[in-house]
């Protein structure tokens, strides 16, 4: 990593700890201990006063990406990080004793903070298979008539029309840009590549534009609220999944072992 975008991301790691909410290391990575009206505070101070948020969602498959890779550790460290799913809230009770103060999902987190803001925003999708963002700013229009979405681009652009990606975003900032590349990738790319020229808040979303746009159904809502909706997207999509869900969660249950008998709490 060259040393210019190491003091970058250490003034940005500092910025944010000076924020005041407590971190919780779960797999060498800082979750924040936050309720979801105190991340949607932090969003819209970000908006509001002209800052930048980067934001990630931490799940048991960004915990095991993460694991073998320190230059991303680095790069979350600068990350608003939220609490993702069950597995991260079962680390947390090995680790810390207590879980996080909510599930802060993307799939749900980001309805709600559309619904819940009255000030008009201005939001940005990036990435997805071309088409998928397109038919999701379709639905998100509907839905929340009083924001403006727009497509920025598919997650499949090439190296050479990066450079006129980001000079489009300079020259119509959008509040929030949701970025959907898949981990690692959306992470390196918000932590990398953007800055509070180009966004306000920068979120990376995974299969996000998957759902909004009805490509993926939820799961029933009574698998929802027990936290088993992985169980479903494993149903679904058996063949894309099975790596994540069926060898991904084993090796997630071992690594919060490992790190709780080497001391972790």
């Known amino acids: ?5 190491s003091l970058a991301l250490a003034n940005d790691a500092e910025r944010n700890w000076r924020r005041g909410y407590a971190r919780r290391d779960i797999g060498g990575i800082g979750v924040a201990v936050v309720d979801q009206a105190s991340a949607f505070a932090e969003l819209r101070e970000a908006i509001v006063e002209g800052g930048h948020v980067k934001l990630a969602f931490c799940n048991a498959n960004l915990v ?7 230059g991303l550790r680095r790069s979350l460290a600068t990350f608003l990080v939220l609490a993702d799913g ?17 599930n802060l999902n993307g799939t749900d987190f980001f309805p709600a903070f559309f619904a819940a803001e009255a000030r008009p925003l201005s939001v940005g999708l990036l990435g997805g ?3 998928v963002a397109d038919r999701a700013v379709e639905q998100l229009a509907r839905r929340y008539p009083r924001h403006r979405f727009r497509v920025v681009g598919h997650g499949y652009h090439a190296p050479d029309e990066e450079g006129r990606l980001l000079d489009g975003l300079k020259a119509d900032r959008p509040d929030l840009l949701l970025v959907a590349m898949g981990n690692p990738v959306q992470e390196r790319f ?10 306000a808040v920068a979120a990376g979303v995974g299969a996000l534009f998957d759902f909004f746009a009805g490509e993926v159904p939820r799961a029933p809502e009574r698998m929802r609220k027990a936290r088993l909706e992985w169980i479903y997207r494993l149903w679904l999509e058996p063949r894309r999944l099975w790596r994540r869900y069926v060898l991904g969660n084993p090796a997630f249950l071992a690594r919060m072992t490992r790190q709780y008998l080497a001391g972790g709490r």
């Open 64 to 70: 095991n990406v993460a694991s073998g890779d320190a």
């Open 190 to 199: 918000i932590a990398w590549k953007l800055n509070a020229q180009h966004c």
């Open 1 to 5: 990593m060259p040393a210019a975008l």
């Open 86 to 102: 069950i597995g991260v809230d079962l680390g947390s009770w090995l680790l810390h004793g207590t879980p996080f103060p909510a």
């Open 129 to 131: 298979r071309p088409g």
